[in-house]
Each structure stands twice: as C-alpha cells, then as structure tokens.
C-alpha cells in the first residue's frame, strides 16, 4: 500500500470499530516481501490513531523471510504469527516450493526455532489437499511436535474453466457461468472428513485443552448454539472482507471478483461500504441460496452450508449449488456427534469439556 492508503485505512479501521481491542490482519501473498520498514511504519500508525484502543495484530506468512530482525520486532510488538506449513518435509514440500522448484519446509523451520527464540506467539495454518489429505495424523503429529498448539486445516478447493470456456482466468469463481472443474490438487470431499476424524479422534482422547483445533472448537460453539468464531460455520458472512494494495475493497478474500467490489476507501469510507446494501446481501446470500438438499440436513444449524466459495456442485435447481465438501463434512459431523454431546453437556452443567478424554478413551476406537 501507499503511505496515503496505509494511513486511511489504518485510521478509518480503527474509527469504525465499536470495541475497545481493535485487531488487524495482515495477509498477502506474502506480507513479509514488503520489508520490516513496512511494518514499523503500519504500528506507527496505529500508535497515532487508536487513541483508547488497544491493538493487536497478526501476521499470517510462509515464514521463509523471517531472520533475528523480524522475529525481535514481531515480539516486541506483540504480533500473533500465523505460519503456514503443511506438515513434515516430505508432504510440505510437494506444493509448498520457490521459484527454482525447491522446497520451503527447511526455510520453514529455521523461522518456527526463531520464533520460538525470541517468544513469538505462533500458531500454523495447514492446507489440506490431495497430497497431505492422505496422512492425517502424520501431520497432526508433526505439528504438535513443533509445539504449534492452535492448529487450522483449511481444505483447497478451487475450480479452474474447462477447456474451450472463454474466460480471463484459469481459475474461477463458484459463481462462474461457464462449466468448471475442480483441480487435481484440491481435496477430494470425503478425504477431507475422513482427515478431520482422524485426527478428531487422536484429539479428543490426548489432547484436549493442550491443542486447540479450530474446526473443533467452532464445531462445538455450534453445538451449543453459541457463535462459532469462525465464517465458515457462521449464518451469514460478509465481515471478512480484504482491502488491497491500492485501497479497493472487496466483499470477501474469496471473493476478490469485479461483481464483488465495493469501492475504494480513498472515494468511500471503510464504514459505510462495510454497511452497504452490497455487502449486506453479499452476507444474506449464505442463507437463502442454501439448496433443499441442506435445508433437511440435520446438521445445517452447524455446518451452515459451508464457505459459499465452495459450493460449486450443481443441484435440480441452477441457482442454487451445493458445497463441494457436503460429504466430507456429513462424515465428520456423523462422527464426532456422541463427543460433541458430551462436551455440550459438560458446559451446559459447567464442567470442562477436557472431562471428554476419559470418556472418549472408554467408547472411541483410535
């Protein structure tokens, strides 16, 4: 960003928010590629305009550029570290490479020990694909061995034009006209379920209030009917949405598409595209283009229909779409459901959920 679109959004984010922590998150491509320099001057920024407010910031990165510097300015400051890494070298490596076709994983871990050094927080972010969504616990294993102790596994999915489709891009959105095709490398839907309950099952009898796995714990908050922290589970959507480098706003980070543009906050306060009746509808469209097939689910008060950036399977009804991991999330759900309902009962009698481990241990097969 310019300096001019830094300090407008810096100032106009921090106005617009109604609570006394304000949280930025920095994301990319890679936001380390923009220097430290970078950074200082965003915090600088915030020191000038949060007036009462505390800040917290977080910094989701591959990690390859982080050194001492970095790593002494992200503690000093109190940035949450997001690293992404996909398992152990040998699953990590298979798409995380550089521009000569190397592998990042060693790269990686140098930066993870670094920021184990100087005390960052940390927590990873894990890309479930075809590759890595064969070997579950191999994973979650290796990321409790490097002491990762708040844990996603975000599934790709992504759908690229079918050959003769006259479009700009390869890749496109579900909304898209013409007729698509999932990629090879995303996960296959039943994979993905069949990943999460293995490693459910290792969780739900070890670990327990050690590790935090974010799928688990928005599961459960919607078990008991309370808001799940998380967009994917979420009614409605549509507070997530991205600002790029030249100050456009767009509904949503999945969702960076011209029909989605909400106008520059150079032109238009962050506020009010934020409340617009664009962006409204944009949040509203999650529930009501649910197809018939979720509306007699007995999990959609928790599944929510999944991300709509992933309903691209076409049902009866060509308006409406249904997520391409229904089956994937339909195994997961089916099979946590009697822990899920101990923990619930656990909270509604205000008892730890982590009393689930002993019961787990007598009734769950690992």
Known sequence: ???EVLESFIRQYIESQKSPVVSFVWQGGEPSLLGLDYFKKAVRLQEKYKGNKTIENSFQTNATKLDDEWCRFLADNKFLVGVSIDGPKW??????????????????MRAVELLKKHRVEFNTLTVVNDHNGKYPKDVYRFLKSIESKFMQFIPIVEQMAAPGEDTPVDLVSPDFKGKGEVTNWSVDPLQYGK????IFDEWVT????KYFVQIFDATLANWVNQSPGLCVFEKTCGEAAVLE?????????????HENYLGNILETPLA??????????????????????CSRCKFRNICRGGCPKNRVIQTNIPEKHLNYLCEGYQHFFSHVAPAMNYMANELKNKRPPANVMKWAQRHMVT
């Not at 990943?195 to 293995?198: E, I, S, V, W």
């Not at 617009?276 to 999650?286: A, D, V």
């Open 1 to 3: 960003m310019s300096d």
């Open 245 to 257: 480098h030249n100050g456009d706003l767009y509904s949503c980070d999945h969702f960076v598409y």
């Open 272 to 293: 009010e595209m934020m409340k617009s009746e664009k962006q409204m509808e944009f949040g509203l469209r999650k529930e009501y283009n649910l197809p018939e097939k």
């Open 206 to 209: 070890r670990d327990v209030g």
């Open 91 to 108: 699953l990590h490596d298979k798409y995380r490479r550089d521009k000569k076709g190397e592998g990042s994983f060693n790269d990686v």
């Open 195 to 198: 990943f999460l309950t293995r």
